[in-house]
């Protein structure tokens, strides 16, 4: 079925199965498990401090267990608003003077708000990470919210909504294709807000936010970079311990209700080619030891499909068949709540929606009945231990990974033995989670279409 | 809660000395060929990036819009007698990462692998031949000259993109830098192959190569990659200067309607080069006018005090000659007339008055404070070495980043800001629907 691959031409399966020991070999040779200590303070806030001394700086990053996965119908939105609201002043601080202070002394700071967490973070010379410390314990418990500082905030707000999805039909299309697969689980909302529950917001609406969920107890420290450990903790000790922890009561989980067949639906925007996004209801990892083999196996078939220029998405339908401009697939094994496996893409011209899905569904049908390739197998791994060497460059991104991790519900410390995991999926595997979880009556489809007479 | 002065001064300084430490290690050479390499070793991951960049980007287009881009594109599907599977499957295989991009200065090619020698002498020869022996396959060409043409007909759609593009097109009409590295529909369509050829041959030469190397190597073996990473290039001929672009004699509003309930707003003047004397006094004014995020000017008024736009900023875009310096924001439409009148009223104020002492000293203490975390990974580091290779920058140019923003003076910006942006001769764009 797939078109006759050269690639054992230039690599041949002995070489490959060398490289991959020798990978292997290297991997062991490194000391890939940098120094990284936990600890947990007496109120319950948790510190996890990575040791990496390549460069004088330090990735300092508060993490709360909050997002719009926490929220529900007349408040979406709100996490997000609350995570500007945060920059607007303490009973210490003046609006705007948080990122002052960081600025004066170097550094940069940022904040984001996903689906299930709040982070707020600094990048600063190392000398320097006493201050973010201080500057966030303030925050944690004493923001003030003036009603004038509120409403400009909140037009900010609906002001960034308009420019990420409002005028980006795409954009529009994932938050109404997730509406449509998801019913009862809050992964229906998406992490801006509904514009019309921005618009209803109110100050207390954020108020009432911060005091339910920012607490010690609620949060998780991640510091990365050239400090030591027990420094740390001894600074994190200083300016958190004396916080006072909160009830913190977690969310009803509100499963999603099973799916009883496809779900289809077709939207017009200002768009010159049409994009199709598929998406089959998947799980996450959960503490179920069991789950780790589905999932790993799923994200292993990704990178199968869309693991590179040689992998079959390219291979076969942006060249072969030429089906596609862009496509591509997404899967993330460690998120809170069960999610989706995704397909999408543009297709080429003179190809329709219906064709590019037929494509992907040929793809599918591919993994359900045939076992990948050793070659193919052993790319993925390959790129996998590799990616683990090249992802320590950078600090951030390593403070990222644990704390997404942990604000997840996770154990950090699968990041170390995730090659190895990893390592373990066999073909056989990927075969059977093609087939238990692509299954046509799980499947969600959107398509964006082009307006006929659009300017 | 403030932090007492005393202590940031003190912090400052041992900032400052620190640094001196901190200086890179630039070493660099020629190769045989005349490609120029600027390496650094760095032990600390067992891993090596490469980036070899060429004066080809969409500036060299000629008539030819959306060349230069195809070319680079084309550089992964087909070389020598490897296929664009052979040439995937080869890197993919053993982890490493081949990459590339245009702008409208510089086309490069880059490469991230582990420093393992087998793994890593396993991509060098194919690297070497990706840059310098395309086969440019008629297949791949129609592929990705369609690809192209879809994305140009998406740019025509999205908001910020159409911003841009109007942006550039009426601050260069009619220089290098109008069309970027999208082309044009009617321009794509005429390539032949033997321009790819042609275009190739010419640009992706040693002589107008740089080759900057981060990574797990000593001196001695970077001498010896570098030559086998640059092997198959023709020295050929460096590409002429772009002559510099002249400001319009006067400014303009283009307004251009598109069906939205936000609007764009972009405005600026072609102002600056790389190598340009008031850099560092523009580049410090700018920080306090628009480049810092929320403690610049613009952010403290069009959004904090204002709530009129989520992003607002002002830059300039150092190239090899005139790049633009650009204010953006975007506002809902009917508050689009109270935004441009403010951003445009910030500019002329910033020019009239300059900035305040307490600005520049704290714009001062952000940058130079700031600078470890300019150069604090591989990756950054060897974009740094591209652009100091690029521009034909000094070896010491980030030793000595730090001091030559200290020493820039209020009048300094005061006078640069004058002499270089011209208030009335302003180029604005509007997307968006006339509320």
Redesign the interface.
């Known amino acids: 079925m797939l078109p006759e ?3 054992l ?3 041949g399966f002995k070489e ?1 199965k ?2 991959l020991i ?2 292997i070999i ?1 991997l062991m040779a ?1 000391p890939l498990q940098a120094k990284t200590v936990e600890t947990v303070l007496d109120n319950g806030m948790k510190i996890i401090v990575r040791e990496d001394h ?4 330090v990735a300092s990053q508060v993490w709360y267990r909050i997002g719009s996965n926490y929220e529900y119908d007349g408040i979406t939105g709100v996490s997000h608003v609350l995570e500007h609201m945060m ?1 607007k002043g303490t009973k ?2 003046k ?3 948080f ?3 960081i ?6 700071d940022n904040a984001f708000t996903f689906h299930d967490f709040t982070g707020y973070h600094q ?3 190392s ?2 990470l006493e ?1 973010c410390l ?2 966030e314990a ?1 925050r944690m418990r004493n923001v003030i919210f003036l009603q004038q500082e509120f ?3 909140v ?3 609906r ?2 909504r ?2 990420r999805v ?4 795409r954009s529009q299309l994932f938050e109404q294709f997730y509406a449509t697969a998801f019913l009862s689980s809050p992964k229906r909302i998406p992490v801006i807000g509904w514009m019309g529950d921005l618009e209803n917001m109110e100050m207390q609406d954020a108020a009432d936010w911060y005091k339910l969920w920012y607490a010690p107890n609620n949060a998780t420290l991640v510091v990365v970079g050239d400090v030591q450990s027990d420094e740390v903790i001894r600074l994190a000790k200083k300016y958190f311990s004396e916080l006072k922890p909160s009830i913190i009561k977690p969310p009803k989980l509100r499963p999603e209700i099973p799916q009883m067949g496809e779900r289809r639906i077709n939207l017009v925007g ?4 049409p994009y199709l996004i598929m998406g089959y209801k998947t799980p996450v990892l959960t503490a179920d030891k069991e789950s780790i083999k589905d999932v790993y196996a799923l994200d292993v078939l990704g990178a199968i499909l869309d ?5 079959r998405i ?2 076969n339908m ?2 072969g068949d ?1 089906i596609a ?2 496509a591509g697939t997404s899967y993330d094994p460690f998120d809170r709540l069960a999610g989706l496996f995704l397909f999408a893409g ?1 297709p ?2 003179g190809v329709s929606p219906e064709q590019l899905e037929k494509a992907f569904i040929k793809e599918i049908k591919e993994l359900q009945t045939s076992p990948v390739s050793v ?1 193919e197998l ?2 993925v791994k ?6 683990k ?2 992802e ?4 951030f991104y390593t403070g990222m990974q644990i704390g997404m991790l942990d604000s997840a519900g996770h154990d950090w410390r699968l990041m170390d033995h995730y090659v190895d995991d990893i390592r373990n999926i066999t073909a056989a595997d990927i075969q059977r989670v093609a087939k238990q979880y692509f299954d046509p009556d799980q499947l969600t489809v959107a398509t964006l279409w082009p307006q006929q007479d ?2 | ?3 007492p002065m005393k202590r ?1 001064v003190l ?1 400052l300084l ?2 400052v000395i ?1 640094q001196t430490a ?1 200086a890179l290690d630039i070493q660099s050479w020629d190769t045989a060929n005349g490609v120029k390499v600027l390496f650094v070793e760095s032990h ?4 090596i990036d490469v980036r070899l960049a060429f004066k080809a980007g969409s500036s060299r287009d000629g008539e030819k819009f959306g060349i230069s881009s195809l070319v680079n594109g084309l550089l ?1 599907e087909g070389s020598g007698a ?17 990459g590339h991009d245009s702008l409208r200065d510089m086309a490069w090619v880059s490469l ?3 420093s ?1 020698t ?2 890593w002498e ?1 991509v060098v020869d194919l690297f070497a031949q990706v840059a310098a022996q395309p086969s440019f396959p008629q297949d ?1 060409i129609d ?1 990705d000259r ?2 192209m ?3 140009l ?2 740019r ?5 993109d159409v911003a841009e593009d109007a942006f550039y097109q009426n601050l260069y009409e009619g220089h290098a830098y109008e069309v970027g590295k999208h082309g044009t529909a009617s321009t794509l369509q005429a390539l032949s192959r033997q321009d790819l050829v042609k275009f190739h041959a010419d640009y992706y030469v040693g002589s107008n190569a740089t080759l900057a190397v981060v990574g797990d190597l000593t001196l001695a073996q970077a001498k010896r990659y570098a030559e086998q990473l640059t092997r198959y290039l023709k020295p050929g001929q460096p590409a002429t200067p772009i002559p510099p672009a002249l400001m319009a004699e006067h400014g303009k509003t283009v307004n251009i ?6 609007s764009h707003i972009m405005q600026g003047l072609p102002v600056l080069s790389r190598n340009d004397p008031d850099y560092y006094a523009l580049y410090l004014g700018n920080h306090i006018l628009g480049g ?4 610049s000017r613009l952010m ?1 008024e069009i ?9 607002v900023y002002s830059y300039f875009v150092p190239m090899e000659t005139s790049g633009p310096f650009q204010m953006a924001l ?3 439409n009917n508050q689009v007339e109270q935004a441009a009148q403010l951003l445009q009223q910030m500019l002329v104020d910033f020019i009239a008055d300059g900035p305040k002492a307490s600005e520049i000293e ?1 714009a001062k ?9 300019k ?5 950054k580091i060897v974009e740094y070495l591209s652009l100091i290779g690029f521009y034909d920058l000094a070896l010491d140019y980030l030793d000595r980043f730090n001091a030559n923003i200290l020493a820039v003076t209020a009048e300094d910006i005061k006078d640069a800001f004058k002499r270089r942006v011209k208030p009335d001769q302003i180029i604005r764009v509007i997307v968006g629907e006339p509320s």
């Open positions: 691959s050269n690639c031409k230039m690599t490959m060398k490289n020798l990978l290297l490194l390549r460069a004088p700086v920059f210490s601080l609006p705007g003077e990122s002052e202070i600025a004066a002394n170097g550094g940069t990048k600063i010379a000398d320097r201050i201080k500057l303030d409403d400009k905030e037009a900010v707000v002001e960034e308009r420019m409002d005028n980006k039909p200002q768009t010159a080619s693991g590179g220029n040689s992998a390219a291979r942006l060249r030429e401009v862009e543009t080429n011209k070659q052993a790319r390959a790129q996998v231990i590799a990616s060497v090249f320590r460059d950078s600090m659009s300017k | 809660m403030s932090i940031i912090s041992l900032l620190s901190l600390d991951l067992p891993m992964v490897h296929t664009a599977e052979n040439i995937a499957n080869q890197f993919e295989s053993v982890g490493a990462e081949l991230r692998s582990l393992e087998t793994l396993s791949a592929r369609q690809a043409l879809i994305s007909s998406n025509k759609k999205e908001i910020g309607e598109f069906k939205t309930t936000q810092s995020g929320f403690s403290q959004r904090e005090n204002r709530g009129l736009s989520y992003s975007q506002t809902s704290h203490k952000n940058i130079t404070g700031g600078f470890p975390l150069i604090d990974s591989n990756k």
